[in-house]
């Protein structure tokens, strides 16, 4: 059985809190459908409707492409522990580029890692926990560096001109781009 909620309460943000992995959804008119699995400590919740991750630059930038055509974005969390619970979090989203105003303030709010690009800054409209029994238990045992390393190891011109020539979603949906290289930690 699912229940609604118009906002994330204490009970719903431990359990954010405890998760190691969260799937981002996201879907404009005449393209693909895209979802994707998101690691590191890159979520945060701003407050009950209010929630934003950081990205790092990666295969493709469909999710920012989405979200300029249409702003609907879906993230759940999955307990592969106990309790069992899927949350699923209902809003709609947009990219805070490094060049953008609103950037330092919302990106204080992280450990900013090599290679980040943007970060998805989203309104919550309606947040659904479902039971989850059918999720198995799985045990985390350690993030994968390889991307972050990838990232700091790269010449900073370089990764921008690779950064800014991935303008265009896979369906073709023209996205901005950094204007900068963020080496992180």
């Not at 393209?31 to 630059?57: E, M």
């Not at 249409?70 to 580029?97: E, Q």
Request: proline residues 4%; aromatic residues 10%; contains cysteine.
């Amino acid at each position: 059985m699912a229940d609604f909620f118009d906002a994330l309460d204490d009970k719903h943000i431990a359990m954010i809190g405890k998760q190691p992995v969260f799937f981002v959804a996201t879907a404009a008119e005449d393209a693909r459908i895209n979802l994707s699995p998101k690691g590191y400590d890159a979520f945060r919740v701003l407050g009950p409707t209010h929630v934003a991750y950081l990205d790092l630059a990666g295969s493709g930038n469909e999710t920012h492409a989405h979200l300029s055509k249409d702003g609907r974005i879906t993230v759940m969390f999955c307990n592969f522990d106990r309790p069992a619970l899927i949350l699923r979090i209902y809003g709609t989203g947009r990219a805070v580029l490094p060049q953008d105003a609103d950037w330092a303030e919302l990106s204080a709010h992280f450990d900013l890692l090599p290679g980040t690009r943007q970060i998805f800054d989203i309104a919550v409209e309606s947040v659904q926990t479902s039971c989850g029994w059918g999720v198995p238990f799985m045990e985390f045992t350690d993030e994968r560096v390889t991307l972050k390393k990838a990232h700091a190891q790269s010449d900073p011109e370089e990764w921008l001109a690779r950064a800014q020539g991935r303008d265009r979603s896979i369906d073709g949906i023209a996205v901005r781009t950094t204007d900068r290289y963020i080496s992180g930690e």
